[in-house]
């Protein structure tokens, strides 16, 4: 986002490591940091303190590689149809996450710990739209990443060494991402 607005990290705006998004939150609060990026939770906890929003980062749709299901070249090779049989599990969960909100804040309020209404509603609108019908790794996204890295081999690697999609494109063109997409 910065480089987007000309500035260069480091040298232009100075980047604190805050270890984590309380940490983030914290410091912002505090007055030893002008801004944070910050997502729900702890985004409702900074309104409730006064602080104010200044830029949605997702809705900038910043290519970048957040998330990504990994194997091995092995595990592809001899393990291929059990990974296809867990990847359409994974297309079915992201559909479910889109399309059905009260299954998904059930799900989240087990594994965040929390009934409360208003934090799981909040985590649901912040992060409802971020996942892909088609989960696709582009590289873009993987350039952006490499862009980012602290090893100056990084920026001389090419994006598409590191990923593969054919096994959510042989998903793709059976019609399955289609089907559970428009149930």
Known sequence: ?????????????????AQDINNVFTNVNAGNAVAGIMSAPTSLKAKAAGLTPIVNVTELKIPFLFTGVLSSPKVIREKNEALVRFLRGYVEALAVIRKDKETTIRSMGKFLKTTDREVLESVYDDYRDVFPQVPLMTAAEVKAVLDVAKSPRAKQMKPEEFFDNSLVQKIQASGFIESVNNK
């Open 1 to 17: 986002m910065l480089k987007r607005n000309g500035l260069e990290p480091d040298k232009d705006v100075k980047i604190l490591y």
